[in-house]
């Protein structure tokens, strides 16, 4: 037991002071949200060569949704859908002129409620290497 413990303070030492860790790159913020939109944006199926999309949580009381689409004329379609967390539902916010603000019900919800917990789901696992539990959600 005595030599397994000497072992383990060896590898510890050689890891801690080998500089192993300090090489590890640290991610801003802004990188951060930027590996999250890319999980995010694929939650919706397959992105196509003229399609650019992102999805992602901003703060607790908001995601954002941005679609740009370029057609077969070169002209670049885009969408940006806001979704703001209030106490007393979502509020979907819409970049699309004639487009009403208003709070999302029915199907509309219940796919907003799959994407945000497919999002957390697969953000937690992939970029924080840490299986998400229903109390951080």
């Known amino acids: 037991m005595a030599y397994r413990n000497i072992s383990v303070k060896n590898f510890a030492d050689k890891l801690f002071n080998s500089g192993l860790l300090s090489k590890r790159s ?3 913020e802004k990188q951060l949200k930027a590996r999250e939109s890319e999980i995010g ?3 919706f199926g397959p992105i196509k060569p003229n399609e650019r999309r992102e999805f992602f949580n901003d703060n607790k009381r908001s995601w954002f949704f941005h679609q740009e689409l370029t ?3 070169g002209v670049e379609h885009s969408t940006t859908l806001h979704y703001e ?3 007393n539902g979502i509020l979907r916010v819409s970049s699309q002129a ?4 208003e709070f999302i019900k ?3 919800l219940n796919n907003f409620i799959t994407a945000t ?3 957390y789901s697969r953000v937690m696992q992939q970029i924080y290497n840490t299986e998400p ?3 951080k959600k």
Do not use: R
Not at 98 to 101: F, Q, T
């Open 133 to 135: 539990t229903l109390s």
């Open 26 to 28: 640290v991610l801003t």
């Open 106 to 108: 029915g199907q509309e």
């Open 71 to 73: 057609d077969s004329t």
């Open 117 to 119: 917990e497919m999002y």
């Open 98 to 101: 004639g487009v009403k603000n």
């Open 41 to 43: 944006a694929k939650i």
């Open 85 to 87: 967390v209030h106490p």
